[in-house]
């Protein structure tokens, strides 16, 4: 295992607050959140950036995102959208030398909050975030299970 915050994580040997993980991605709550629900989308192979990661790989990421803002939207949460970001280098502000995708809970109206919300980036609630996260994926499980059947 190299020095890699993110490896660690993945791997279980540092901690973090997880929401979702299968075998290619781990989600976790960001440790500096903009907004309630900050989520990294990670790849469980290592790539530093673009250029290392498969694009099948960066395609199951975004899916993974796309997925967890959907669910935010079904969760305590209740997010109105999410913007979903990934900084690739240094040069656009990657911090953390492992591709991951940003999924940033919005609310209609929070201009102000989201702003301070950067500023400041401090936890909310970590445990009880990462449950109503949860629950909103089991909400959306069922949900498209219904729409399945109908």
Do not use: W
Not at 27 to 35: H, K, M, N, S, V
């Amino acid at each position: 295992m190299n020095d890699c915050v993110f490896c660690r994580i993945v791997a279980g040997a540092a901690p973090a607050t997880k929401v979702y993980e299968d075998d290619a991605v781990c989600a976790f709550l960001d440790i500096r959140p903009i907004t309630r629900g900050h989520t990294l989308v990670v790849p469980k192979q290592h790539a530093t950036e673009l250029d290392d990661l498969d694009p099948e790989l960066g395609a199951t990421i975004f899916r993974t995102g796309h997925r967890l803002a959907r669910a935010l939207r079904r969760s305590g949460l209740a997010s109105d959208g999410a913007n979903l970001v990934l900084n690739d280098g240094t040069a656009a502000f990657q911090t953390v030398g492992h591709v991951h995708l940003h999924v940033v809970p919005r609310k209609h109206g929070d201009r102000l909050s989201f702003a301070k919300g950067f500023l400041l980036r401090r936890p909310h609630e970590p445990n009880a975030t990462a449950a109503a996260i949860r629950a909103g994926i089991t909400a959306l499980d069922q949900s498209e299970a219904e729409g399945a059947q109908g």
